[in-house]
């Protein structure tokens, strides 16, 4: 029996683990989408404590606290953060066979050298060492990072957004490229604060917005101020992309409804997305970014704990909506007229996987190896066998060897052994064929692969 998490973790045969020893575990960090705040970065903020640095944001955890019994008040409410670590440490022997166990431990491993199982009998004692760690300068934002041998990050912003604390990032010289994503995502969607929004956008872009094509222009200005700032990204969180199209003038009358206040039906909101997006695209590849979307989610389902707690606090769920349509007739319009850029799909319903993994062949276009590529699993798929089943998709369906490969899609500082795991899952399907005789046991091609997969594609891919 193999000891848990030793150092051939996830590595069923000896290919596998020379596969990850010799050649994963050397790579950098390319986090190339992710929640971090850049003002964390610039100020390299320290935690005050693990309770902090693990609860503080995370909605994986909240909702496996949920699910375990414990009150609000010991996951988003006013209890102290020593007794919040306390319940997740009630929490977490209770996660076994769900990725929340092996991130827990992986991270203690990681970063505090810690072997110990966290559980209540060990609670107090690795919150007391990790605060310990957490409040020195070894431990600050920047630090964490470098440890962790990032080379890249990129973040996820408005378009309203200053971009400052990027600037006082570079000017700093910090090691680590810091640079924005662009996630317009508000701007076309009829939120009740859709009307502030659009008023906040007039003031930092400068335009009157007064109908569907100068909301473009004032987009439009704000992409070339992010572009100006470093940006080479698009985000793009919708939960499909829609099968919708309308006049100039059916948008004028879409967008002057909004304004008003009243409501706007689905359909009307669809083809305002769709529009919307075809233009953020056109953008893209005037520019030379890459572009992502995100898709496949149900959004704060829990309309009372939503009203209580706020959004992004773990009420989702994978949604069930078609995407092939609307992903058609999106990506078409834009390849049509040669205006379709680099683009990243993530879907969370793994149903889609095979959709997705045939969706980019579609328009492949010999201009750049894998310039369309089907996302790392994302969400509630980026676990062990959510990423087995996307590479397996891939694999089937297109060529992993040109994958772009993880990414943390986190909000902590403390969440990068997520690369480690993602490779160690990547090295031991590659392994355990090589084993089985049906991949060549050529380690020098294996080898470059996985580094490739690893850091090497998503630097050449993004070219930041």
Same mark, same amino acid.
Request: include cysteine; glycine fraction near 6%; charge should be neutral.
């Given at each position: 029996?193999?000891?848990?998490?030793?150092?051939?973790?996830?590595?069923? @045969?000896? @290919?596998?683990?020379?596969?990850?020893?010799?050649?994963?575990?050397?790579?950098?960090?390319?986090?190339?989408?992710?929640?971090? *705040?850049?003002?964390?970065?610039?100020?390299?903020?320290?935690?005050?404590? +693990?309770?902090?640095?693990?609860?503080?944001?995370?909605?994986?955890?909240?909702?496996?606290?949920?699910?375990?019994?414990?009150?609000?008040?010991?996951?988003?409410?006013?209890?102290?953060?020593?007794?919040?670590?306390?319940?997740?440490?009630?929490?977490?022997?209770? /996660?076994?066979?769900? %990725?929340?166990?092996?991130?827990?431990?992986?991270?203690?491993?990681?970063?505090?050298?810690?072997?110990?199982?966290?559980?209540?009998? /060990?609670?107090?004692?690795?919150?007391?060492?990790?605060?310990?760690?957490?409040? /020195?300068?070894?431990?600050?934002?920047?630090?964490?990072?470098?440890?962790?041998?990032?080379?890249?990050?990129?973040? /996820?912003?408005? %378009?309203?957004?200053?971009?400052?604390?990027?600037?006082?990032?570079?000017?700093?010289?910090?090691?680590?490229?810091?640079?924005?994503?662009?996630?317009?995502?508000?701007?076309?969607?009829?939120?009740?604060?859709?009307?502030?929004?659009?008023?906040?956008?007039?003031?930092?872009?400068?335009?009157?917005?007064?109908?569907?094509?100068? +909301?473009?222009?004032?987009?439009?200005?704000?992409?070339?101020?992010?572009?100006?700032?470093?940006?080479?990204?698009?985000?793009?969180?919708?939960?499909?992309?829609?099968?919708?199209?309308? *006049? *100039?003038?059916?948008?004028?009358?879409?967008?002057?409804?909004?304004?008003?206040?009243?409501?706007?039906?689905?359909?009307?909101?669809?083809?305002?997305?769709?529009?919307?997006?075809?233009?953020?695209?056109?953008?893209?590849?005037?520019?030379?970014?890459?572009?992502?979307?995100?898709?496949?989610?149900?959004?704060?389902?829990? *309309?009372?704990?939503?009203?209580?707690?706020?959004?992004?606090?773990?009420?989702?769920?994978?949604?069930?909506?078609?995407?092939?349509?609307?992903?058609?007739?999106?990506?078409?319009?834009?390849?049509?007229?040669?205006?379709?850029?680099?683009?990243?799909?993530?879907?969370?319903?793994?149903?889609?996987?095979?959709?997705?993994?045939?969706?980019?062949?579609?328009?492949?276009?010999?201009?750049?190896?894998?310039?369309?590529?089907?996302?790392?699993?994302?969400?509630?798929?980026?676990?062990?066998?959510?990423?087995?089943?996307?590479?397996?998709?891939?694999?089937?369906?297109?060529?992993?060897?040109?994958?772009?490969?993880?990414?943390?899609?986190?909000?902590?500082?403390?969440?990068?052994?997520?690369?480690?795991?993602?490779?160690?899952?990547?090295?031991?399907?590659?392994?355990?064929?090589?084993?089985?005789?049906?991949? %060549?046991?050529?380690?020098?091609? +294996?080898?470059?692969?996985?580094?490739?997969?690893?850091?090497?594609?998503?630097?050449?891919?993004?070219?930041?």
């Amino acid at each position: 029996m193999k000891k848990f998490m030793d150092e051939n973790f996830l590595l069923q @045969t000896k @290919t596998a683990a020379k596969l990850y020893h010799d050649h994963a575990a050397k790579m950098p960090i390319y986090d190339y989408h992710c929640h971090l *705040s850049p003002k964390e970065i610039a100020e390299d903020k320290r935690q005050d404590n +693990l309770g902090e640095a693990w609860l503080g944001g995370d909605h994986y955890k909240w909702r496996a606290m949920r699910t375990n019994g414990v009150t609000e008040e010991f996951v988003t409410g006013g209890a102290s953060w020593r007794e919040k670590f306390q319940k997740w440490a009630e929490t977490v022997p209770q /996660t076994i066979r769900n %990725p929340l166990y092996h991130w827990t431990h992986l991270e203690l491993q990681r970063y505090f050298g810690i072997d110990t199982l966290l559980s209540p009998a /060990t609670a107090d004692k690795i919150f007391d060492a990790c605060t310990a760690k957490l409040r /020195t300068p070894e431990f600050s934002a920047r630090n964490l990072m470098l440890k962790m041998n990032v080379k890249l990050v990129c973040t /996820t912003d408005d %378009p309203i957004d200053s971009l400052e604390y990027h600037k006082q990032i570079k000017a700093s010289g910090f090691a680590v490229k810091v640079l924005p994503t662009f996630r317009p995502d508000k701007a076309a969607a009829f939120s009740k604060d859709w009307k502030n929004y659009i008023q906040t956008l007039e003031k930092v872009s400068g335009v009157v917005i007064k109908d569907f094509a100068s +909301l473009l222009e004032a987009i439009d200005l704000r992409h070339e101020y992010f572009h100006s700032v470093g940006c080479r990204l698009s985000d793009h969180g919708v939960a499909y992309v829609p099968d919708a199209e309308a *006049s *100039s003038a059916e948008l004028d009358a879409i967008f002057a409804k909004a304004m008003k206040g009243e409501v706007v039906s689905p359909k009307e909101s669809d083809a305002f997305q769709a529009s919307f997006l075809v233009a953020v695209g056109q953008m893209n590849h005037a520019r030379g970014w890459a572009q992502q979307f995100h898709v496949c989610i149900f959004r704060n389902n829990n *309309s009372r704990l939503f009203k209580a707690v706020g959004a992004d606090t773990g009420f989702d769920s994978i949604a069930d909506h078609r995407q092939g349509p609307g992903l058609v007739k999106l990506l078409d319009r834009l390849d049509s007229s040669n205006q379709l850029a680099k683009t990243i799909l993530y879907n969370a319903n793994p149903c889609d996987n095979e959709m997705m993994a045939t969706m980019i062949g579609n328009y492949q276009d010999g201009s750049f190896p894998g310039k369309m590529q089907f996302g790392s699993g994302w969400w509630f798929l980026d676990q062990k066998d959510g990423m087995q089943k996307q590479m397996n998709a891939l694999s089937s369906l297109g060529l992993l060897s040109r994958f772009v490969g993880m990414l943390t899609d986190s909000r902590s500082f403390l969440s990068y052994p997520r690369h480690e795991y993602f490779r160690r899952i990547l090295c031991n399907l590659i392994g355990n064929e090589v084993e089985n005789g049906e991949i %060549p046991s050529d380690m020098e091609l +294996l080898g470059e692969m996985v580094e490739n997969i690893s850091f090497n594609n998503a630097q050449n891919y993004f070219r930041i």
